[in-house]
C-alpha cells in the first residue's frame, strides 16, 4: 500500500502530461484544418463548385478588384478603408487617406511613371490572381509618387 502512495503523484502527473499532449495534438489539428479551410477559399484556392463565386470590390487605394465581401482589408495593398482606421491614422478625410495611402502604395513598389498606376494588369497572390478594375482611377498624381519614391530610395527604405 506504501508503494502506491507513492507512485500516486507520478501517475497523476503522468496522466496530466498524457492529457496535455493529446490537447496539443488537438490544436495542431485543428489549426491544420482551418489553414486548410482558408487556402481553399477563393481566391487562394480551388473555388467549390456548390459554393456561390464570391464578388470582389475594387480597392479603392491599389485598384485590384480584391477586397471581399466579409472583410475591408485589401490583401495586395494591406489598407483598410474604414473610419476608425482614418481616425486611428489621424487623416483629415477619407480622400486625404485614399490618396497618401496611394503614394505609399506606388513608392514602394517601385513606380517610375504614371504607366505603372495601371501595371499589372492582374496581381497574383498564389495561384490566383486580382484583376485591375477597368473603371479605378488613381487621385495622387505621379509626381507625387515619384517624389517619394524617391525619398525612400535616398534613405534606403527601398531598393
Not at 60 to 82: F, H, K, M, N, Q
Not at 92 to 97: A, D, F, H, Q, V
Not at 138 to 148: A, H, K, R
Amino acid at each position: 500500500m506504501n508503494d502506491w502512495n507513492q507512485s500516486k503523484p507520478l501517475l497523476v502527473l503522468a496522466v496530466l502530461a498524457g492529457l496535455a499532449v493529446l490537447v496539443f495534438l488537438g490544436q495542431q489539428i485543428f489549426a491544420e484544418k482551418e489553414q486548410q479551410a482558408f487556402l481553399n477559399q477563393a481566391p487562394f484556392g480551388k473555388k467549390q463548385s456548390t459554393a456561390p463565386a464570391v464578388e470582389f470590390s475594387a480597392c479603392a487605394v491599389c485598384g485590384y478588384r480584391s477586397i471581399r465581401p466579409d472583410t475591408l482589408l485589401c490583401p495586395i495593398c494591406y489598407v483598410e478603408l474604414t473610419e476608425s482606421e482614418r481616425i486611428l491614422w489621424e487623416y483629415e478625410s477619407m480622400e486625404e487617406m485614399i490618396a497618401e495611402e496611394q503614394a505609399n502604395f506606388f513608392a514602394a513598389e517601385g513606380f517610375r511613371d504614371s504607366g505603372l498606376f495601371f501595371m499589372p494588369g492582374i496581381w497574383k497572390i498564389d495561384a490566383a490572381g486580382y484583376p485591375k478594375d477597368t473603371t479605378w482611377q488613381p487621385v495622387v498624381d505621379s509626381q507625387t509618387v515619384v517624389m517619394l519614391r524617391d525619398t525612400l530610395l535616398d534613405r534606403g527604405i527601398v531598393e
